[in-house]
């Protein structure tokens, strides 16, 4: 084995802040001569990016475990520190989900917070992510975290964080809380309370269920034809499922709240369980995942599924079409519902504001765009990742106030199934989001249709819009390095063509320039932040970008796809061809 990896497995062997039965599944694994399971555990530390850390459970550096959560807690808690007095007292939110080790991570946090002499706000049990993006700011906390590796597999975890606006953290906070972690170089160093002192001291103090009251009473309000919900929701069978995870919490009372009698919660998925025991992956852009829900809607001749991930931040839907099967939508296609719903709904009532703005992401289909365009709102693109559509919104409240801000939100959204309804939350709210899908569901009833009729009415409206995705995965110590090197090889030499289309152009937003592909001539530039990301733009508008995830060894490539005429099924056909060739390049480029 390499001698530097032998070398760290033997100071994690002779730490004495490592617990005994931590150092025995190390030696395990040193008796099996698991050579590359000892190397991938110990050729870094697990990174605290700029939204938190997410690994896989386990013993080791590079493993979520006490230790590493202890790390990026006493890191985070050095920050809030510096801040003074005043942000210590008002202290920090902590919620977590279903996942396995979930509530350790929780407690450990909270007891690094309260011998920090920082104020831990915990809830008593599971709860979803938009409830402590809401509850941050609703009990005026100075930060929050969230426990949760959202809808990855059952073996990972992690923790998100945020700061007082209810959101992830962005810069500077970011840098400061990445630097303050970074420092906490000997695990020694983290200062961890006994739970029963810390609340005996009142440092760690129970969330109350009114906060639960207060959040849901805001879903409530969001309403924005309620008399439809109650007319409509008499008849209307929604089947939920919350995949083993923090949905059932609150979602099933959001929707029967809205006016809709009727919601059927799948048994087996919604007991709440990090193995997550009925679905290969708790991830509600799969539809082997809403499978039990679908069973369940066809015996009960319900009309729309709808899914919620561990953490209940992103929302997937199925909805039945007319020969009776069930139709999964994606997240581009439920995000140009939600936007036409709610520009509609505002128009009607005469509620559209002067200076509205729906905000998305570079990587999200161009049709939730067009759409809120064509309603007289401004759209903004953002980098991927909801901390930057919620920065906006801040923003924008700064340059007005939050009675008046400068710009008002409407909406935001991305592709990968997260919506954001209202503001009174600053991160995907599937909580919101579920309920205002089921009352587009019922708006379009209403009407003598379906989701489904809704959306191909907005195709021959605005045009065929298709998405199609390639990841490619690189685990392992070489991974990183092989995802720079696809990286450096696409800015350095952008291909010529891709499914047979002549490549346009090529926006790298590390420089921030657009480039043609032919000439290398600039052509235009990006007003964002520098993000390792790429965009290739075909000469028929057809959109290819490149990005290396945040959270898992992977390079991701997003393909957005328009085709015109009033042919939908000539369309479809034409769109996924098109899909089909790229992708199969880009597995020979890989």
């Not at 049990?125 to 590796?149: D, E, N, Q």
């Not at 200076?355 to 161009?366: C, G, K, P, Q, W």
């Not at 000469?539 to 005429?565: C, H, M, N, Q, W």
């Amino acid at each position: 084995m390499d001698p530097i990896i032998t070398d760290r497995v033997n100071r994690w062997l002779n730490d004495p802040a490592i617990l005994p039965a931590d150092k025995e599944e190390i030696r395990a694994l040193i008796n099996q001569n698991d050579e590359r399971e000892l190397t991938d555990r110990f050729y870094r530390d697990l990174e605290f990016g700029t939204g938190g850390i997410r690994g896989i459970i386990g013993a080791g550096p590079n493993r979520m475990n006490a230790y590493t959560v202890g790390a990026a807690a006493q890191g985070l808690a050095n920050y809030i520190a510096r801040q003074g007095e005043t942000a210590k007292k008002a202290g920090i939110a902590i919620a977590f989900d279903s996942r396995r080790m979930s509530v350790d991570f929780a407690r450990r946090v909270a007891c690094v917070m309260a011998r920090n002499g920082i104020t831990a706000h915990l809830f008593e049990a599971l709860r979803p992510t938009p409830l402590l993006s809401f509850a941050v700011r609703h009990l005026r906390c100075t930060a929050g975290v969230m426990i949760t590796a959202s809808h990855n597999p059952p073996e990972y975890n992690g923790l998100k964080a945020y700061w007082s606006d209810g959101a992830q953290v962005v810069p500077p906070h970011d840098e400061e809380i990445i630097g303050e972690v970074r420092a906490v170089s000997d695990y020694a160093a983290i200062r961890q309370m006994p739970e029963a002192d810390a609340r005996a001291a009142g440092l760690i103090r129970t969330i109350p269920r009114e906060v639960d009251d207060a959040f849901l009473a805001l879903v409530d309000a969001s309403v924005l034809a309620p008399q439809v919900c109650r007319e409509q929701g008499r008849r209307m069978k929604i089947v939920f499922t919350p995949l083993h995870g923090t949905g059932g919490t609150l979602i099933p009372q959001a929707l029967r709240r809205r006016g809709f009698e009727h919601v059927l919660e799948e048994p087996a998925q919604s007991i709440p369980d990090g193995d997550f025991p009925t679905v290969k992956s708790p991830n509600p852009e799969e539809g082997a995942a809403l499978k039990l829900g679908i069973d369940l809607a066809r015996s009960e001749s319900a009309e729309l599924v709808i899914a919620s991930d561990p953490d209940a931040d992103r929302v997937g839907i199925a909805v039945r079409d007319a020969s009776g099967e069930f139709r999964l939508l994606t997240g581009n296609q439920t995000a140009a519902i939600l936007t036409c719903y709610i520009c509609e709904q505002l128009k009607r009532t005469g509620r559209m504001p002067r200076h509205a703005v729906m905000l998305t992401t570079i990587v999200s289909s161009d049709l939730m765009k067009d759409i809120a365009r064509s309603y007289g709102a401004e759209v903004i693109e953002v980098l991927t990742g909801f901390k930057w559509i919620a920065d906006r919104v801040r923003q924008y409240e700064l340059s007005g106030t939050s009675e008046h801000p400068s710009r008002q939100y409407i909406f935001g959204a991305e592709e990968s199934y997260g919506y954001m309804p209202c503001t009174f939350v600053r991160d995907k709210d599937a909580v919101t989001s579920a309920a205002m899908i089921a009352e587009a569901a019922a708006f379009a009833a209403a009407q003598g249709g379906t989701l489904l009729t809704f959306l191909d009415d907005l195709f021959q409206k605005y045009g065929y819009h298709e998405e199609g995705a390639k990841s490619i995965t690189m685990p392992g110590a070489d991974g990183a390095a092989r995802i720079q090197a696809m990286m450096a090889a696409l800015r350095k030499s952008p291909p010529r063509e891709m499914g047979g289309v002549p490549v346009r152009s090529c926006g790298d937003l590390m420089t921030g320039e657009i480039r043609a592909t032919g000439t290398g001539c600039v052509t235009g530039r990006y007003d964002l932040p520098k993000s390792d990301v790429i965009v290739l733009t075909l000469s028929d508008g057809t959109k290819v970008i490149a990005r290396p995830s945040g959270t898992e060894p992977k390079i991701k490539f997003y393909l957005l796809v328009k085709e015109s005429g009033t042919d939908l099924t000539a369309a479809r056909r034409r769109a996924g061809a098109k899909i089909a060739a790229i992708v199969a390049e880009l597995s020979r480029l890989s």
